[in-house]
């Protein structure tokens, strides 16, 4: 009888896990930020309002991140990395990635690449360069609707506050 109970009560804790937890192996972030970033040089034009987006996108042991931004004053910039799952830990939901940059749209003076260099804690020879990035991302404080979730980069402690979207099934033609 012990055995049953012991049984059962492990079953009702991972069902329980599970119902809490969105899966490990695939993760939907749609992330948004209004920000003001200073143009070059920062003394001869004013800051301007800019809408970055960044699409967090795990399935199972390949990751994309992409990185968009809408700025008032020059042409929009785009950064797509690609790469595979590294290690996980489940507990933390902390992601180890190695990440390599596979489109780009960048403008002279990029305020898009300048900020990516921080977020990412990358140097820029590295990343333009098309060298494996190594990244650390953590997902966490998933609301009880499994709706939003907040985004950590490691080491530079950048956080996103992102929306969780469902995941895209394959329609039938």
């Not at 034009?45 to 699409?55: C, D, F, K």
């Not at 399935?59 to 910039?77: F, G, V």
């Not at 820029?124 to 494996?132: K, L």
Request: proline share 6%; aromatic share 10%; with cysteine.
């Amino acid at each position: 009888m012990f055995v049953l109970t012991w049984v059962f009560v492990l079953f009702a804790f991972t069902h329980e896990l599970e119902r809490l937890v969105p899966s490990h192996q695939q993760w939907h972030l749609s992330c948004r930020a209004d920000g003001y970033f200073d143009s070059q040089p920062p003394q001869l034009t004013p800051s301007a309002v800019s809408e970055l987006l960044l699409t967090f996108t795990l399935e199972y042991q390949h990751a994309a991140l992409r990185y968009d931004l809408d700025n008032e004053s020059s042409p929009a910039e785009l950064i797509l990395l690609q790469g595979d799952v590294v290690k996980v830990d489940f507990g933390a939901l902390n992601y180890q990635l190695q990440m390599q940059l596979k489109n780009k749209k960048l403008n002279d003076g990029s305020m898009l690449l300048r900020y990516l260099l921080n977020e990412l804690a990358v140097g820029e020879a590295q990343f333009i360069d098309g060298e494996s990035l190594p990244l650390q991302v953590q997902v966490f404080n998933v609301d009880d609707e499994q709706s939003r979730a907040t985004l950590t980069f490691i080491p530079s402690n950048s956080i996103w506050s992102c929306e969780i979207m469902p995941a895209v099934l394959p329609q039938p033609h």
